[in-house]
């Protein structure tokens, strides 16, 4: 039985059924993505978004829906689904869908009359192509299928006008077209197995809204361009595969391709395997080098996702190899800012102050999983490196402080995770001594010098980081730790933030903890009562001064709660660590049913995924992007984890 299936009663119901989403990449940064009706609910859905531009991760929307038709008798059946104007849904084609399933590709089933018909969709990997199988199941008489290309041809986060400046020309190619709307784009081959009739039948279709967008109170309406329509005639048991691609394709391939997929493909049949294939979209493939995406539908590579996400997306599903092409891949663009402060053109905040722990911490993990020799023969060097950078006060905004502790400014640019900023300032402003950034920096030392342990070479260099790791524990409780028994968030000058934040549960849950058993239980009582969510933990208390669960409104009013009360899943990875490390094995029961919170989560929001954060009151509510990488990873890290104390 499939671990997501949904019947006509939900998918023809538009109030629950459009609210979900689903989302298919190639790993190499092209992606599909729309609701599991197929009616595009936001600007960044398409059938068919790719990257353009060789610098940053840029998506572009070219194929943005396919609308098909069944034609019996001359009467024609429209299966397609859009939001017009105003509200109003026009084809409608969701009452005819009876059923739709995902565990190896998405898989919709329609019933027109006595016709029975199927689509399945499947990206090609590491190639910007998706093919759509279309299945003829039943019909009691000659069956015609009318294939409809809506085309955007612009920036994913744009919009699209009504204009006279695009080609209209359509070039035939073999059993289809090819079209480029404007210059500087690839041209879009779409074709079938079969040679089919195209209709040159040019339109702009006007006034199609996107609700997400709407609700977030961003622009949210364009006009789409339809060139025509490909009519086939299909039988009773035969399938049409459509392509739909950068390059031209022998059509012959295509049912040799489309199996191929299939066959590598791990089915969505239990909470891992879904977790496992959301972790392998985010990767982003280019060449020789590899990244990682920080979410999608409109997520970048960035430094801190990249470090913070590495473990739980690819240690944690066995793939060591991504691990150390993707690290292998950051370690060029740390050692080139560390001799040039510069920029890595593609991976987005190498600058930011909490970078080197969070990498350091990424390192330690490999270790943890794959041995410390083979940890220290591969990154033992880019270790001591990054201490380096930072005690010989190289980093541009991380000061070594005479007690052993780290602070930095974040007046003017978030120094943290959390980033949010309005009107050119952070909305969240910590800054000075930050709590989890000292926790892994005293994390950081401890592991270096772990790592070096029985090397002469390092032996001067490892004293050194176990005299300033001495210092630095010696000051942290008394800098952090308040009468309450929980930390303060950050510490600068004679100002403590006094906020009820989930960065102390970081300082826990390390392998190399500043804190002793009391004062850890004692952080985690308070985590417990003020933070803990079944999806994750809050990112401020209730009782706290400020507080703003639902992430709503306008982008004004969405960025001041970002980081105010909404919930975050990737927490739950330290979270769990902090619990299994005081309470030991009487803990793993508990953690266990922790992770029930977002099994539930499969179905709802991008079916198979986890959400960047959930409002932080019930019935908490998905938001933001559909599919966030840290999240999954520390979802997928606790279950590995998990299974550790049970084995």
């Not at 409608?92 to 006595?114: A, Q």
């Not at 609700?215 to 949210?220: K, Q, S, T």
């Not at 150390?324 to 740390?334: D, S, V, Y």
Request: net charge neutral; glycine share 8%; aromatic share 12%.
């Amino acid at each position: 039985m499939s671990y997501f299936k949904f019947d006509k009663n939900l998918m023809i119901n538009l109030e629950q059924s459009l609210p979900k989403e689903m989302l298919r990449t190639n790993q190499a940064g092209a992606y599909h993505c729309t609701s599991i009706v197929d009616c595009n609910t936001r600007k960044q859905h398409g059938l068919l978004v790719v990257p353009l531009g060789d610098g940053d991760y840029n998506p572009h929307v070219l194929l943005s829906s396919l609308d098909e038709t069944v034609i019996q008798h001359g009467a024609p059946f429209n299966l397609g689904l859009h939001r017009y104007q105003g509200g109003v849904y026009n084809p409608n084609g969701h009452k005819y869908i009876r059923e739709f399933d995902c565990e190896s590709v998405p898989r919709t089933t329609y019933r027109v009359g006595g016709v029975i018909l199927t689509k399945e969709k499947i990206f090609i990997q590491n190639e910007k192509r998706i093919l759509i199988r279309y299945t003829l199941l039943d019909a009691h008489s000659p069956t015609t299928l009318q294939l409809r290309p809506f085309l955007a041809f612009r920036e994913s986060n744009a919009l699209c006008m009504a204009n006279d400046t695009l080609n209209k020309e359509c070039t035939p190619v073999s059993n289809g077209i090819a079209c480029c709307l404007y210059p500087g784009y690839p041209t879009l081959y779409m074709q079938l197995t079969r040679k089919p009739e195209f209709v040159y039948d040019p339109h702009w279709y006007n006034n199609i809204e996107y609700v997400k967008d709407m609700d977030r109170g961003v622009p949210y309406c364009e006009d789409l361009w339809v060139p025509g329509y490909f009519q086939v005639n299909i039988k009773k048991g035969e399938s049409i595969i459509f392509s739909a691609g950068l390059s031209e394709v022998s059509t012959r391939s295509l049912s040799r391709m489309y199996e191929s997929e299939i066959a590598s493909r791990t089915a969505r049949s239990s909470f891992f395997n879904c977790l496992k294939n959301a972790a392998k979209q985010l990767y982003l493939k280019e060449g020789d080098k590899e990244y990682m995406l920080s979410g999608y539908p409109w997520g970048k590579i960035l430094a801190r996702n990249t470090f913070m996400s590495l473990p739980g997306n690819t240690i944690a599903i066995d793939h060591r190899e991504d691990f150390e092409k993707i690290m292998g891949t950051a370690r060029q663009a740390l050692m080139n800012y560390m001799a040039t402060l510069e920029q890595d053109t593609k991976i987005h905040g190498i600058d930011l102050p909490d970078i080197p722990v969070w990498a350091i911490w990424a390192i330690q993990q490999y270790a943890r999983n794959y041995g410390r020799q083979d940890a220290a023969e591969r990154y033992t060097d880019l270790v001591a490196d990054l201490l380096d950078f930072i005690l010989e006060g190289r980093h541009p905004n991380l000061f070594l402080e005479e007690n052993g502790l780290l602070s930095t400014d974040g007046t003017l640019v978030p120094a943290s995770w959390m980033n949010s900023v309005w009107n050119g300032r952070p909305v969240v402003p910590r800054t000075g001594l930050l709590v989890e950034v000292n926790a892994l920096w005293y994390n950081a030392l401890m592991f270096a010098a772990e790592l070096t342990e029985g090397n002469p070479d390092m032996d001067a260099r490892r004293q050194n980081w176990l005299a300033v790791a001495d210092k630095a524990r010696e000051a942290f409780a008394p800098t952090f730790l308040n009468d309450y028994g929980y930390l303060y968030d950050y510490v600068t000058g004679p100002y403590a933030d006094p906020s009820v934040r989930p960065n102390m549960v970081i300082a826990v849950g390390l392998d190399y903890s500043p804190l002793d058993r009391r004062q850890r239980k004692g952080v985690l009582d308070v985590v417990t009562r003020e933070l803990l969510t079944p999806k994750g933990l809050r990112t401020l208390s209730p009782k706290s001064y400020g507080y703003r669960p639902n992430y709503l409104g306008s982008p004004e009013e969405r960025e001041y709660a970002l980081h105010n009360g909404p919930v975050r899943p990737w927490l739950m990875g330290f979270y769990s660590d902090a619990y299994l490390k005081v309470f030991g094995h009487s803990g793993v029961s508990y953690v266990d049913r922790m992770m029930i919170g977002f099994e539930e989560d499969m179905s709802n929001g991008c079916i198979g995924s986890l959400s960047q954060l959930y409002d932080g009151n019930p019935p908490y509510a998905n938001r933001g992007a559909i599919s966030h990488a840290t999240n999954i990873a520390e979802v997928l890290r606790t279950l590995r984890t998990l299974k550790k104390f049970n084995s």
